[in-house]
Structure formats: structure tokens, C-alpha cells
Nanobody, 126 residues
């Protein structure tokens, strides 16, 4: 079965850092575009970042530029999100998602993604 499992969330103080990990199984991870999305309490799903199948092309939402870094290891079937300078407004459930289109086009719409993880909670608070 196709599966995405996120980990690495937690409670962090403002200005702190976290690295989220998403481990994939059951599908050809190396051919898929991968993304991170988030959902804050009472708000809709929000795209955070995307990386193409080869890992050489990345895109970020404006709020993530300069603070977050997406990366992947196709050898390990793993996706990462390094988050620095975290703010209280970054508090949300973070989800990884897999898009069978692995090319350079940045697809942010949730419907483009076939597989989703269960999410990992990130809370930024003092």
C-alpha cells in the first residue's frame, strides 16, 4: 500500500527550528513531485513548498521563502522540510503529499496530489 508518514513536529519557541521528515513507501517515490502543505486551526489547507522528482527544482510560498528549505533523498524515499526562524503563525498541522507529475511545473493545488500523510503537528509558542 502507498504510504506517507510524517515525523519531526513538536513544540518550539519563536525563533527556533524544526526539521520535518516524510517517509514514503509503496510507490515510485523518485518519480513523484513532492510537497508540504499545512493547516492551521480554523483555517484551510495552505501550500508551503514543492520539490520536483529529481530534487533540483524547488518552490516556496512567500511566507516560507528564506526560512524554510525543502529537500529529498530518493535513495532513502524521504522528503524533508527544514524550518528556521519559526513564528507563532507557523503553528499548524503539516502534511506531505505526492504528485505523480514530477516535472518542473509548480503545482500547488491539493487535488494534484495523489497520496497524503497523516500530518505532524508544529506548535510555535513561548
Amino acid at each position: 500500500d502507498e504510504q506517507l508518514v510524517e515525523s519531526g513536529g513538536g513544540l518550539v519557541q519563536p525563533g527556533g527550528s524544526l526539521t520535518l521528515t516524510c517517509t514514503a513507501s509503496g510507490f515510485s517515490f523518485a518519480t513523484y513531485g513532492m510537497s508540504w502543505h499545512r493547516q492551521a486551526p480554523g483555517k484551510g489547507l495552505e501550500w508551503v513548498s514543492r520539490i520536483n522528482s529529481g530534487g533540483g527544482i524547488t518552490s516556496y510560498a512567500d511566507f516560507a521563502k528564506g526560512r524554510f528549505t525543502i529537500s529529498r533523498s530518493n535513495a532513502k524515499n524521504t522528503l524533508y522540510l527544514q524550518m528556521n526562524s519559526l513564528k507563532p503563525e507557523d503553528t499548524a498541522m503539516y502534511y506531505c503529499a505526492a504528485d505523480p507529475y514530477g516535472g518542473a511545473l509548480c503545482r500547488v493545488e491539493a487535488y494534484a496530489y495523489t497520496y497524503w500523510g497523516q500530518g505532524t503537528q508544529v506548535t510555535v509558542s513561548s
